[in-house]
């Protein structure tokens, strides 16, 4: 079992910059591949960013690649999202999510915190 709590969402203007959390529980960090997700108002979640386990490859949804930036600390069962140059369009709630390397499906979730970005 992982639980995942998120941190460091809240209100920011436009251009400016937020760094989320999450913090992992269970043993085995490494082995899991870590993602995170959107979902804003009216709309469907959709990927955002991840990074794998092991060899720590980086993936990026198309309207981010470029803003945010997806990184671990294995050592203390965290990964983070950087996200600069934020836009009003970026507000969702994010959640982050966990899946072992080799399977296709995340299926730990986190509880999600809230970016609001202001124009």
């Known amino acids: 079992q992982v639980q995942l709590v998120e941190s460091g969402g809240g209100l920011v203007q436009a251009g400016g910059s937020l760094r989320l959390s999450c913090a992992a529980s269970?043993?085995?960090?490494?082995?899991?591949?870590m993602g995170w997700f959107r979902q804003a108002p009216g709309k469907e979640r959709e990927f955002v960013a991840s990074?794998?386990?092991?060899?720590?490859?980086?993936y990026y949804a198309d309207s981010v690649k470029g803003r945010f930036t997806i990184s671990r600390d294995n050592a203390k069962n965290t990964v983070f999202l950087q996200m600069d140059s934020l836009k009003p369009e970026d507000t969702a709630v994010y959640y982050c999510?966990?899946?072992?390397?080799?399977?296709?499906?995340?299926?730990?979730w986190g509880q999600g915190t809230q970016v609001t970005v202001s124009s």
């Open positions: 269970g043993r085995a960090f490494s082995a899991y591949a």
């Open positions: 990074i794998t386990g092991s060899a720590g490859n980086t």
């Open positions: 999510a966990a899946k072992r390397d080799y399977l296709v499906e995340y299926d730990y």
